[in-house]
């Protein structure tokens, strides 16, 4: 019987342990959640086959590598050119994610830069891109919320964000 790739219960303590502590070792995840250093190394093995972890290079800030400016750029391109500008983007070192999203632009770019020069800089190669017609950049003034993922981990979290929809 093929396996379900959604997280469940087993999954969440041994994710919920390793969210505050990335380091443990697998005896520690499994003195924790109370199941078997085997469990812990099996599900280990899954999450790499299934790419279910991100990879380490998530947790390293740009800040700390000396681009303390980030922004988010917003394209419209040519669709049919969609590939090679994607292929372009990616060559640019700066730029940190691409997603293709559907609305009023075609792709978000996450970029980052030294300071505002680099930033002018950053966002004119990307406006030089052929294919790409248009592009606007809104700076990242401050994080209001970071990037989370724990919330999700117990099965009240999306639950709940339903209930109070309902509610209203």
């Known amino acids: ?3 379900s790739p959604l997280a469940d219960a087993t999954d969440r303590a041994i994710l919920s342990v390793l969210m505050d502590e990335p380091d443990a070792t697998w005896t520690a995840v499994a003195e ?4 078997s250093r085997n469990t812990i190394r099996a599900r280990m093995n899954r ?3 299934e790419h279910a972890l991100l990879p380490f ?3 390293v800030s740009p800040h700390f590598l ?3 400016l980030r922004a988010f750029v917003t394209t419209t391109v040519v669709q049919r050119e969609l590939d090679s500008v994607a292929v372009a983007l990616a060559a640019v070192p700066e730029v940190i994610e691409v997603s293709g999203v559907a609305g009023g632009a075609d792709l978000i770019v996450q970029i980052v830069a030294r300071d505002s020069d680099d930033l002018y800089r950053v966002a004119g190669a990307i406006l030089d891109i052929p294919g790409i017609v248009r592009t606007e950049t809104g700076l990242v003034m401050r994080e ?7 919330q999700l981990l117990s099965p009240r979290g999306a639950g709940a964000t339903a209930a109070r929809r309902e509610r209203v």
């Open 32 to 35: 924790r959640t109370g199941l």
């Open 57 to 59: 290079e998530r947790r």
């Open 144 to 150: 209001l919320v970071p990037y989370r993922i724990s």
């Open 1 to 3: 019987m093929a396996r």
């Open 66 to 68: 000396g681009y303390p």
């Open 47 to 49: 999450y790499d086959e």
